[in-house]
């Protein structure tokens, strides 16, 4: 499935590059993880990082989140290089990141982790708009966080993000563990965001979701993005993706 070919990482003809990743490196203690890392996200877009567990996908993103121990190369936000800056510096710039595991807090309800995180910009969404988004969180905000179902955990997740006003959003395997009625809902959730203007950097293993709402693809190969897709090329190819996954 490799195929390493750097002209298909450049910023399209005409498009707003918010984010670009070129020659990622990045570390945990010793372990040397990603190797070259390229990437671009255009105004507007929602893209997808696709690969084999393992292959780098959850440190590419917590490496633009400044989450990362140690990070080479450049990752440029905004047109403002934020490589070594703090997680917080980099989300009051306008990114916001929804990590795998959801980070919902135990010891406060669905309503004290919704209000949690402070407002960035003016742009928001209202809790009204939140809820008609994921209206079974407006029935739970005096339950506690963690006694939510895993779909609703996910949905609390998101809509945590969404208040901040941030509009560049990474989102980490969103519908991971969740049952396909609950993955529906994401994606059309996530369909709707994107409607919304939101630009969205996306890891996802299920394709028949990456599918539904995604323009183009990267694959993610040893801590290196080895081919870029486009969404045509990804349901033509299915097949022979799902088998590179799966080996």
Same mark, same amino acid.
């Given at each position: 499935?490799?195929?390493?070919?750097?002209?298909?990482?450049?910023?399209?003809?005409?498009?707003?590059?918010?984010? %670009?990743?070129?020659?990622?490196?990045? &570390?945990?203690?010793?372990?040397?993880?990603?190797?070259?890392?390229?990437?671009?996200?255009?105004?507007?877009?929602?893209?997808?990082?696709?690969?084999?567990?393992?292959?780098?996908?959850?440190?590419?993103?917590?490496?633009?989140?400044?989450?990362?121990?140690?990070?080479?190369?450049?990752?440029?936000? @905004?047109?403002?290089?934020?490589?070594?800056?703090?997680?917080?510096?980099?989300?009051?710039?306008?990114?916001?990141?929804?990590?795998?595991?959801?980070?919902?807090?135990?010891?406060?309800?669905?309503?004290?982790?919704?209000?949690?995180?402070?407002?960035?910009?003016?742009?928001?969404?209202?809790?009204? %708009?939140? @809820?008609?988004?994921?209206?079974?969180?407006?029935?739970?905000?005096?339950?506690?966080?963690?006694?939510?179902?895993?779909?609703?955990?996910?949905?609390?997740? #998101?809509?945590?993000?969404?208040?901040?006003?941030?509009?560049?959003?990474?989102?980490? $395997?969103?519908? $991971?563990?969740?049952?396909?009625? #609950?993955?529906?809902?994401?994606?059309?959730?996530?369909?709707?965001?994107?409607?919304?203007?939101?630009? #969205?950097?996306?890891? %996802?293993?299920?394709?028949?979701?990456?599918?539904?709402?995604?323009?183009?693809?990267?694959?993610?190969?040893?801590?290196?993005?080895?081919?870029?897709?486009?969404?045509? $090329?990804?349901?033509?190819?299915?097949?022979?993706? $799902?088998? &590179?996954?799966?080996?």
């Amino acid at each position: 499935m490799t195929k390493t070919a750097s002209v298909v990482f450049q910023s399209q003809p005409n498009a707003k590059a918010l984010l %670009e990743v070129k020659n990622l490196n990045a &570390w945990y203690g010793e372990s040397h993880i990603l190797h070259g890392v390229d990437l671009v996200l255009n105004e507007g877009e929602l893209v997808v990082l696709i690969g084999k567990n393992g292959a780098g996908k959850t440190t590419t993103l917590r490496s633009i989140m400044g989450i990362a121990p140690r990070a080479t190369g450049s990752i440029t936000l @905004f047109s403002n290089q934020v490589l070594g800056k703090t997680p917080d510096a980099i989300a009051r710039m306008g990114l916001a990141y929804c990590p795998e595991e959801r980070a919902i807090f135990s010891s406060l309800t669905v309503e004290e982790n919704l209000l949690l995180p402070p407002t960035i910009a003016p742009n928001g969404m209202t809790l009204d %708009e939140i @809820f008609q988004l994921f209206p079974n969180l407006r029935e739970r905000l005096s339950t506690q966080g963690t006694k939510l179902s895993g779909g609703e955990q996910q949905m609390l997740a #998101i809509a945590r993000i969404l208040r901040t006003g941030s509009r560049l959003l990474l989102l980490d $395997e969103p519908t $991971e563990g969740l049952a396909p009625v #609950i993955v529906d809902q994401i994606a059309n959730t996530i369909a709707l965001l994107k409607r919304k203007g939101f630009t #969205i950097l996306l890891v %996802e293993q299920n394709l028949s979701f990456a599918t539904k709402v995604m323009d183009r693809v990267y694959l993610v190969e040893q801590g290196r993005t080895v081919r870029m897709m486009d969404r045509d $090329e990804v349901v033509s190819k299915r097949g022979e993706l $799902e088998a &590179w996954l799966s080996v």
